[in-house]
């Protein structure tokens, strides 16, 4: 955290205590500080992208993220959030989720002054009761705005988007109407659930009202206003039970087994995406309750294991739907699930979730998207040897067959709009503070950080790596005096050991799976690295089926692809594309065993400042290559790959050809086809 921000956080636990001490006239209510936080979220743009992943958020800002209210009619035509006629539900906030930390991170002054417009509007046309947002039906036939009231409002489920658009960029800039605005809304909020609870306009305000809920309890860390922990226990009254769903495992069996129209918002992917966090969101007030915290790790776990996919998400398509390769996840499911896992990691700390959310980055996300960023997918597949319209193995077939296509409105428009979050938050949760004053690098990527330790010293590191496709990430300390202070790092699970240096000399070694601290006098110029050995391994998912590995990266084959642009009537323009070489491989049993051995791997030398664009299959920087025979009876069936049934062996009994090829395989986040879990061969 910055100084201003370590100094509010401070501010606030004085409030607190203040509001706990003896006063003379009239007592204030009780109001315990919440737990502490295992870290402290920094401002959006206290660290600067650099190398691959300023690449990746600059094409970002030149294409959708920094256009889309230019290009897209329904946020361009009479915005609703500008006080226009025109789109006032979740869309506007949605794409602001993601454009307004992109805008500091690239400290982009177009696209800072863009967003700013939509902050400022809700910011100057907050009603006197505490109401927010775009003019309500009402309002628009009078002409003016009104002092909206309880059912007088409409859904709160959009306003809960924008709460969390208005936390960062209060984060980023301090503006001090925030506290004030969010303060009152929150009011307003406290006053109104009785009479209009979450459930009144819509069940996505139910499903996902921890986001509300991690809002408030932000806002009471910032201000120690008791009001807001009897909000926080009316939202979380009234928001869907996800502690009871995650952490009781009922609700997670019914899930995997039902497709039918019961409950169906509580097995939609999204929302459980979102609803993961409420547990642990809630836990801030209630420390005494372990199964808290316990039923995300049970929910985790259980979801992954019933319904994981190789490239870390679960499948959502759009339920909650098996692990079969052949399903699909959507792409809000993927950033609101990444999302998730960075404010778990605020609270609990928890190395899983951690590695995790690196998992779901650099594998599950960048797949989704063109290399422009103009085009997504509705629902990736996990084998997917073909991108086509047609309704295949997803729980929600839409009429138009547009679920797997890209395009840049195909399938469902909550993607085009929500997909910007993923990056850009990705990007301003690589580095945390720490309650001891330090700094955690938590996820790796290249970027500079610049922020202060010991509360006001100004510290800058240099971060120079190629990960997640490169072994070693370099920490550069600029410093103006020797300081003293803790640097915590991330092992992933996935190392076995890593090794850290400090300037040249081996200063230890570490086993993965943990988070280690390094507290001493950082003297200028001090080189840390961290070297994390890659080596290659294989992981074990549905009827038997292997995934290669390698450090953060799955590793899926590479498959030479045709691609077509069409267009559809409701849906516009998009992409179909067809396999031009055989994907209807297996990998030998040989390699299973001794992965290290029977693979070549082959990684592109890359300057740790690197600033191409590598997420896709001609610029891959790592390629695996081993032998491999094909498969002639797995052929495509109702448009998917179904996956080959093995014994218990695990090892494919039916024909398998004679000649043996030598197969590419590419990081999965590279790949538009693929196939990355393989059926085991002799
Ligand atoms: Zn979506």
């Not at 009152?184 to 809920?213: I, M």
Request: proline share 8%; aromatic share 10%; net charge neutral.
């Amino acid at each position: 955290m910055n100084s201003l921000t370590r100094a509010s956080w401070c501010l606030a636990s004085l409030a607190a205590l203040l509001s706990r001490a003896p006063a003379a006239a009239q007592p204030l209510p009780v109001a315990p500080p919440l737990a502490p936080l295992a870290y402290y979220e920094l401002a959006p743009g206290a660290s600067r992208p650099t190398g691959w992943l300023r690449k990746q958020l600059e094409i970002m800002r030149d294409h959708s993220t920094g256009h889309l209210d230019e290009t897209y009619p329904k946020l361009r035509d009479h915005n609703g959030w500008l006080g226009g006629p025109g789109d006032g539900g979740e869309e506007t906030p949605y794409w602001l989720d993601g454009a307004v930390p992109l805008a500091h991170l690239l400290q982009d002054k177009p696209l800072l002054a863009k967003v700013q417009r939509y902050v400022d509007w809700a910011l100057a046309n907050q009603r006197p009761s505490g109401y927010f947002g775009p003019l309500t039906k009402a309002e628009q036939q009078a002409g003016h705005l009104l002092d909206v009231q309880g059912p007088q409002g409409e859904d709160w489920w959009p306003r809960m988007v924008m709460l969390k658009v208005m936390q960062q960029h209060y984060q980023a800039t301090h503006d001090a109407r925030v506290l004030p605005f969010l303060t009152k809304y929150f009011r307003y909020q406290l006053a109104n659930l009785p009479v209009a609870p979450l459930s009144q306009w819509s069940e996505w305000s139910t499903t996902r009202g921890g986001d509300n809920l991690l809002i408030v309890y932000w806002l009471y860390r910032q201000t120690g206003e008791p009001f807001l922990r009897e909000l926080g226990e009316r939202l979380y009254q009234q928001a869907t039970p996800w502690t009871a769903y995650l952490g009781q495992r009922n609700w997670v069996m019914a899930a995997a087994a039902n497709q039918t129209g019961e409950h169906w918002m509580d097995r939609h992917g999204v929302n459980v995406a979102m609803g993961l966090k409420l547990p642990v969101v809630y836990a801030q007030a209630h420390p005494e309750q372990p199964q808290l915290p316990q039923a995300l790790r049970t929910g985790w776990q259980d979801i992954m294991t019933l319904h994981g996919l190789p490239a870390g998400m679960f499948s959502a398509d759009e339920d909650l739907h098996g692990n079969l390769p052949t399903q699909g996840t959507e792409l809000c499911a993927v950033v609101e699930t990444m999302f998730s896992l960075e404010q778990a990691a605020v609270i609990t700390g928890e190395t899983p979730y951690l590695d995790a959310l690196e998992r779901i980055a650099y594998n599950a996300l960048p797949t989704q998207t063109t290399d422009d960023y103009e085009s997504r997918q509705y629902f990736q597949v996990a084998n997917q040897v073909q991108v086509a319209r047609g309704v295949f193995d997803f729980s929600l077939p839409f009429e138009h067959g547009m679920n797997n296509v890209f395009g840049p409105y195909a399938g469902y428009t909550c993607c085009t709009v929500n997909m910007h979050q993923g990056w850009a938050k990705f990007a301003t949760h690589l580095w945390y503070a720490t309650p001891g004053q330090g700094l955690a690098a938590l996820e790796y990527a290249p970027n500079t950080l610049t922020t202060n330790v010991n509360g006001t010293v100004p510290v800058t590191i240099k971060e120079e790596t190629t990960y997640p496709f490169g072994d070693q990430v370099d920490f550069v300390v600029d410093l103006k005096r020797p300081t003293a202070f803790p640097l915590a790092l991330r092992v992933p699970a996935w190392c076995a050991e890593a090794t850290v240096l400090l300037n040249g000399q081996p200063l230890r070694t570490d086993k993965g799976g943990q988070v280690i601290t390094i507290a001493r006098t950082w003297r200028p110029a001090d080189r840390l690295t961290l070297r994390l050995p890659m080596a290659v391994r294989t992981s074990n998912w549905a009827r038997n089926s292997r995934t290669l590995e390698r450090g953060p990266l799955v590793y899926a084959l590479k498959i030479k692809e045709q691609w077509q642009e069409s267009r559809q009537a409701e849906e516009g323009r998009y992409f179909t594309i067809t396999p031009l070489s055989p994907w209807n491989y297996g990998l030998p049993r040989a390699v299973v065993d001794d992965p290290a051995h029977t693979t070549t791997v082959a990684v592109k030398p890359l300057a740790a400042g690197a600033t191409g664009f590598y997420w896709n299959a001609a610029n891959a920087p790592v390629e695996i290559t081993v032998g491999g025979r094909r498969l002639p009876a797995w052929q495509l069936d109702g448009g998917v790959a179904p996956q080959p049934v093995t014994p218990r062996d695990g090892v494919y009994k039916g024909d398998v050809a004679a000649a043996t090829e030598t197969l590419t395989f590419i990081p999965y986040g590279c790949t538009k086809l693929r196939v990355v879990a393989l059926p085991v061969i002799p």
